[in-house]
């Protein structure tokens, strides 16, 4: 073989190694452009049941809300299983694991502190929780 040959060989390889290179970062890129949306829509869904219990004044409402609530923490879960995301540390301790209700001090949970820990108590399944 050719010096010339081997050359023009080498090259085509280095290119199709480059060519690699740039689909696999061009993959993650939309990765994280995918994960950057789900996290973006997490966060509104959060807010936005947050909003529902805050704003719920009779028992009634306040039963709507939760059930929404719920709803929408599942599909969090959901969404967070499809794209592998971490959750915020806001939402991670921000709803009940028991009953997916979303945390709001004074209508769906109590904080405590026992033995230097804060314990979420939730009203609504009375389920305990450390959250720090
Ligand atoms: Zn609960």
Known sequence: MSKAKQNLEQKQRQNSRQKAKQQ?????????????????NIQKMFDFGYALIKKARTKKQLEQALQLS???????KAIKKHVKVKLPEQIQKGFCKKCYVIFVPDKT????????????????????????
């Open 109 to 132: 949970v109590k904080y405590r502190i026992k033995h230097g820990r804060a314990i979420a108590i939730c009203l609504n399944c009375g389920s305990k929780r450390i959250i720090g």
């Open 24 to 40: 696999q970062q061009k993959k993650k890129a939309k990765i994280k452009k995918q994960q950057l949306l789900a996290l973006m």
């Open 70 to 76: 719920k709803s929408y923490m599942l599909k969090i």
